[in-house]
């Protein structure tokens, strides 16, 4: 979709005029994992969209007026209404746009992959901290817990007895826990998923659905933007351009 | 007198038997305060509904079939189904009973509801009319309330001395007919924080009589 791989904007920017009616903006960043739920649900959904790349390394001034914490993904409406925080945005545009519903109808359906959500919410500031973490010995001790959560989520896929976790085909959830397992490889987490061959059939038929992989980077592209990014760099949102 | 005036369940006690149809059942604890925005939502949409309190310092094993870590506030059906985590319990009601709608229609205004919550801590300045969601009282109302109705026995009412919305707010809080009806007292809540921070069993039965 247009923009997506567009240079990002940063300090000194001139600020985006409003949305133009029939369309629906994300503030986004190529390598952000959050922004990358919404952008697979804005492509599942196939919701007509532009991407504005932000430099979070050198964040624009204007950007603070769309969130005023500065953070990536945010939506915005040709109403110029704004939507903030990943997950709410997924939802938002599950329930705002027609065509097939990504969350369950069922009440409890529904309430299930919130729980499984929620038993999930550790590994995202677990992988964030690994890849900070210069030293041997701390890692071994954070990949360990990262290990334990992901065994838990095995555990959910292999009671649901199904391919995805909504069901037989894929649904929100799956979107929404994706992005961090799509980083293993690139984080040289791999031996994270030895041991748990249900996840191992799920992320290869993550890989498969049209979606996922059109969105899909490939490891030594997100190698070059991890090594910038923790050397803040202000290029490290815009590598491979 | 609320309808969870009852004693906690403890270790060594019977199970509770399956959840009668036509009803649905929430492990509470009646100090708690993410029980309580369950129990606001059950009344507020009149759901029929039957309580068990759990001793939280003294759970029952049966209990860990409910919820993994033994948390409450659990919701259970009479289809055995399980929902757990204060907020999820929260929407499920919204969704699967009729009448009034908590949430509100729009998606835009849900979503805003959503961000408000995540935002819960760092309220101040956020409020432009006299609820959170509006000028009726709605789901984001509920789901901030049992903290403020503990700000007096906290000791922390000053806080909202300076935001006269807020001090609004809690006025028509204690007006709406939900809130008002589960209630606590500030000697009660007293009465449990006493026995609690003593680490005393007794405490999640403090101001019952039997």
Request: hydrophobic share 35%; aromatic share 12%.
């Amino acid at each position: 979709m247009s923009g997506g791989s567009a240079r990002s904007l940063g300090k000194g920017s001139a600020p985006p005029g409003p949305v133009p009616e029939g369309l629906i903006r994300v503030y986004s960043m190529r390598f952000c994992p959050y922004a990358q739920r919404t952008r697979l649900v804005l492509t599942a959904k196939g919701i007509r969209h532009e991407v504005i790349n932000i430099n979070l390394k050198n964040k624009p001034e204007w950007f603070f007026k769309k969130n005023p914490s500065g953070l990536v993904p945010v939506l915005e409406t040709s109403l110029g209404q704004l939507i903030c925080e990943s997950a709410i945005t997924c939802e938002y545009l599950d329930e705002a746009y027609p065509g097939k519903k990504l969350l369950p109808g069922d009440p409890y359906e529904k309430a299930c992959q919130k729980m499984v959500f929620e038993s999930f919410s550790k590994v995202p500031p677990l992988i964030s901290r690994i890849l900070r973490t210069q030293n041997k010995e701390d890692c071994s001790g954070l990949k360990e817990e990262l290990h334990k959560e992901i065994t838990k989520l095995e555990e959910v896929l292999t009671d649901k007895k199904t391919t995805f976790f909504g069901g037989n085909s894929l649904s929100m959830i799956d979107y929404l826990i994706w992005p961090w397992f799509e980083r293993l490889e690139a984080l040289e987490l791999n031996e994270c998923v030895d041991h748990t061959p249900t996840l191992k059939l799920w992320m290869a038929a993550m890989k498969k659905d049209p979606t996922v992989s059109s969105l899909l980077t490939d490891v030594k592209t997100f190698q070059g933007f991890f090594n910038l990014y923790l050397q803040n760099s202000p290029e490290a949102c815009d590598y491979g351009l | 007198m609320s309808d969870d005036a009852t004693r906690t369940l403890g270790k060594g006690s019977t199970p509770p038997g399956p959840v009668p149809e036509g009803v649905i059942r929430l492990y509470s604890m009646r100090f708690c305060p993410y029980a309580h925005r369950t129990r606001l939502v059950l009344r507020a949409k009149g759901i029929r509904h039957e309580v068990i309190n759990i001793n939280l310092r003294n759970k029952p094993e049966w209990y860990f079939t409910k919820h993994p870590f033994g948390q409450i506030p659990v919701l259970e059906n009479s289809k055995c189904q399980l929902i757990y985590e204060s907020v999820i319990a929260c929407e499920y009601l919204d969704d699967a009973y009729p009448g009034r709608k908590l949430y509100p229609y729009d998606p835009y205004e849900r979503a805003r509801q959503k961000m408000l919550l995540e935002l819960f801590y760092k309220i101040l300045g956020y409020q432009n009319t006299v609820f959170f969601g509006g000028d009726c009282i709605s789901m984001i109302d509920y789901l901030f309330w049992p903290w403020f109705e503990r700000l007096e026995v906290y000791g922390i009412a000053d806080c909202v001395n300076h935001t006269p919305t807020l001090r609004l707010w809690i006025a028509a809080m204690k007006q709406d007919p939900t809130v008002c009806s589960l209630l606590t007292d500030k000697n009660t809540f007293l009465g449990f924080l006493n026995l609690y921070f003593q680490n005393n069993p007794g405490a999640f039965d403090y101001g019952l009589s039997c």
